[in-house]
């Protein structure tokens, strides 16, 4: 019987059969291998490797800009600029829009989660976790952002938001709700007082000193842990470095300030991995002093992804509403508003509108030329003549106004609101506080500054009716700028942690 014989090769090509498999087999197979391991989401989880943040225009209660992407290494003209160890890609979408579908709950950290349709198992650090909370409160927000209702339908024990002081009064109750439940924040413990951990509670600085001293206090908010903070504090107090490193007239005693700074920011980024890894965006600072924009200046980072939260909020020097917050000048000459918050009703309110101060900056000089002693109307003094009470022409005027200074922000504008008088606000690039949950125009009134000689024409244009309903909008929106001590819900101190919720939100790391 004839049998095949086995087939047998050259010796040459033997050698070469071996080779191309050690060559390209054995790789392949192993390719193979690790693709089936790491499954579709292998290069989503890689992304989170480098060191790199996202901006997110989410549109949260408003649209302030829109941007344009452009490739997978974007550039920003104009609003920051980042080195080449960061991606950044804004988005112009609705609140919510476009969150994977991977973090739709909270998840601990490193908690192991099965995607249902590839059975592939996955773990979440630290940073996947805080986007699953942060996703999960945008599409909260979002939600209640489609009712327009004047009124939130949230159930609240102490207070409900409503009328037209909001620009959404639901999407403000619940992302309220969503940060009392959910915001961290650390605070940083490098430094030593007086200059870090401190602030001035009393004069035109009270609120950044007030805003330190809570935050030290960690009642509300403050948790010990960084692994679990959303955001990070950096406490410091660029008006104490005035006081204790300024030299009047001293060479280059401004970069003082500005070089102690960074280097507090560098000892903060050499213990901790946080600033690194988000090039400080998921950071915030607080001044309340003239130059507060200028020191950030000294460490780029700090200037362009911080949220800086600042009381001379001047979109002509840097502020970015997207990412930095206004915070309100208040002049506490003691440790409580007893006395000077409340009026007469507007009947009894013989001013049509009132004005004291010093001739500082072109706009106050403009005012005064204007309308010093020229009017019976308009009342505007540089300084009040004796017998005269400043808080007593603040509450006997239906509009007070609030010119800037040398710096935009003035305690004018606060002032006016506990005086229950309608703020005339008179600058150039000032964004109010909280203007992303509140309705400016409702109880406010705005006038350019080439209008300062037609402030009374103006004012006398606005109907009684239409005053009126100004005025009790003042009274109602006054809860949001009293400093209590402790901090009560919705007031001051809550509305400062609830801006720089929003910006937080506003930003994926």
């Not at 003094?381 to 040398?406: A, Q, R």
């Amino acid at each position: 019987m004839w049998s095949p014989k086995k087939l047998q090769l050259p010796s040459f090509l033997s050698s070469f059969s071996s080779t191309l498999v050690f060559l390209i087999v054995i790789p392949l197979v192993l390719v193979l291998v690790l693709a089936c391991t790491l499954g579709p989401q292998s290069s989503y989880v890689l992304s989170f490797s480098s060191s790199s943040w996202t901006w997110r225009s989410v549109g949260l209660l408003r649209s302030l800009t829109s941007y344009e992407e452009k490739d997978q290494h974007l550039q920003v003209v104009g609003l920051v600029t980042f080195n080449n160890s960061a991606k950044v890609s804004f988005y112009n979408r609705p609140l919510g829009e476009g969150v994977e579908d991977i973090w739709k709950d909270e998840m601990n950290e490193g908690e192991e989660h099965s995607d249902e349709t590839t059975g592939i198992v996955k773990r979440y650090n630290r940073l996947e976790r805080h986007e699953a909370i942060l996703a999960k409160a945008r599409s909260s927000i979002r939600e209640a952002a489609r009712n327009g209702s004047m009124m939130s339908n949230h159930q609240d024990p102490d207070y409900v938001p409503q009328g037209p002081i909001y620009r959404n009064t639901n999407a403000f109750h619940r992302s309220y709700l969503e940060m009392e439940k959910k915001f961290k924040i650390y605070v940083y413990e490098e430094g030593e007082l007086p200059i870090f951990h401190n602030g001035p509670c009393r004069s035109i600085y009270s609120t950044e000193g007030r805003f330190i001293y809570e935050m030290e206090k960690g009642n509300m908010y403050r948790t010990k842990d960084p692994e679990e903070a959303l955001v990070y504090f950096l406490p410091f107090s660029v008006v104490v470095m005035v006081r204790y490193l300024y030299v009047s007239g001293g060479p280059d005693s401004r970069h003082v300030i500005g070089r102690t700074v960074a280097d507090y920011i560098h000892v903060i980024s050499s213990r901790h991995s946080f600033w690194n890894t988000s090039l400080g965006a998921d950071h915030f600072m607080l001044s309340c002093h003239d130059w507060g924009p200028h020191t950030t200046s000294y460490v780029p980072h700090l200037f362009n992804n911080s949220i800086r939260v600042l009381c001379n909020a001047n979109t002509t020097e840097g502020f970015n509403p997207q990412k930095d917050v206004s915070l309100p000048e208040i002049n506490l000459k003691t440790d409580d508003t007893i006395g000077i918050i409340g009026g007469p009703s507007p009947s009894r309110r013989s001013t049509l509108a009132f004005f004291a101060g010093g001739l500082h900056g072109a706009i106050r000089n403009n005012l005064m030329q204007q309308w010093k002693g020229k009017d019976q109307d308009v009342l505007v003094y540089e300084e009040l003549p004796p017998g005269k009470s400043y808080e007593t022409m603040l509450k006997n005027s239906k509009f007070c106004l609030c010119p800037s200074g040398y710096e935009v922000a003035s305690p004018r504008v606060v002032e006016a609101i506990y005086a229950e008088c309608v703020p005339v606000l008179i600058s150039d690039g000032y964004v109010p506080p909280f203007s992303d949950v509140l309705n400016w125009n409702a109880f406010s009134v705005k006038v350019a500054v080439e209008d300062i000689p037609n402030i009374k024409k103006i004012l006398m244009s606005i109907s009684q009716t239409q005053y009126l309903r100004m005025q009790r909008r003042v009274k109602q929106v006054q809860r949001h700028f009293v400093m209590n001590g402790p901090p009560k819900r919705f007031d001051l101190f809550h509305m400062i942690v609830h801006s720089i919720w929003l910006r937080r939100l506003n930003i994926r790391v």
